[in-house]
């Protein structure tokens, strides 16, 4: 089982420049998670998916988009990419019973130059 | 306003020692609290749960602490090993399988 896989591990854009972070889980999850962690805060919220076609907003939701089109996947998009996105993204999944732990990918580190 | 408080400063300890981690909370009243555990350039893994009605969880060398009175988790890593050196998270239920994560404690064992 490869768990949570995301790609790229790195990338470097310019200001205005569109990317989308991949996601992909084996586990047959129904939730799935974006949050991104910056120096000195927590992983912070920016959507999230309690099932396939589903999304909702996080606590930082502002200049993504996501979309579950299928299971597995969970995608997140930047349309135009400022230098405040500039972080590490941290894609997870989770089952739906109680008190579920979440499974973290290895992340990815994006620069907005 | 909601806070999570975790440590900010790195916590230095001698190998063998018992490290102890302190996650305090605000404005929140969780249904359970996580660790988790986050080696430098890797995703957290989860290390244990605890419930609001559990008072005490003990995994291996690993004890967490959770007093719905004081708002405070404490997060004990006895007999502690060079290996346990890593950044420690404390994670707060906020309902519908969400979390909320403290920024972290970085935890340096020294032989």
């Known amino acids: 089982n490869a768990g949570v896989t995301q790609t790229p591990k790195f990338r470097v854009l310019k200001t205005g420049q569109s990317m989308t972070l991949l996601c992909a889980q084996d586990m047959n999850h129904e939730y799935m998670y974006w949050y991104r962690q910056d120096p000195g805060m927590g992983l912070r919220l920016i959507h999230y998916s309690v099932g396939e076609g589903t999304t909702a907003k996080g606590e930082v939701p502002d200049g993504y988009n996501v979309s579950r089109l299928k299971k597995q996947n969970f995608l997140l998009g930047l349309e135009s990419a400022a230098p405040s996105q500039t972080s590490v993204y941290f894609c997870?999944?989770?089952?739906?019973?109680?008190?579920?732990?979440?499974?973290f990918g290895s992340g990815t580190q994006l620069s907005v130059l | 306003s909601q806070k999570i408080e975790q440590n900010s400063e790195a916590l230095n300890i001698q190998e063998g020692k018992t490290a102890t981690l302190t996650c305090n909370y605000t404005?929140?009243?969780?249904?359970?609290l996580q660790w988790y555990r986050q080696d430098p350039g890797r995703g957290p893994v989860f290390l244990l749960l605890i419930r609001e009605n559990e008072k005490e969880k003990r995994k291996e060398r690993l004890k967490v602490t959770f007093d719905t009175t004081l708002k405070q988790s404490l997060f004990h890593i006895t007999a502690s090993q060079p290996a346990d050196s890593a950044t420690y998270l404390c994670?707060?239920?906020?309902?519908?399988?969400?979390?909320?994560f403290g920024a972290g404690t970085i935890l340096r064992v020294k032989s």
């Open positions: 404005n929140y009243s969780p249904a359970y």
């Open positions: 994670a707060l239920d906020q309902g519908g399988n969400k979390l909320v």
């Open positions: 997870a999944s989770s089952g739906t019973g109680l008190n579920e732990k979440l499974f």
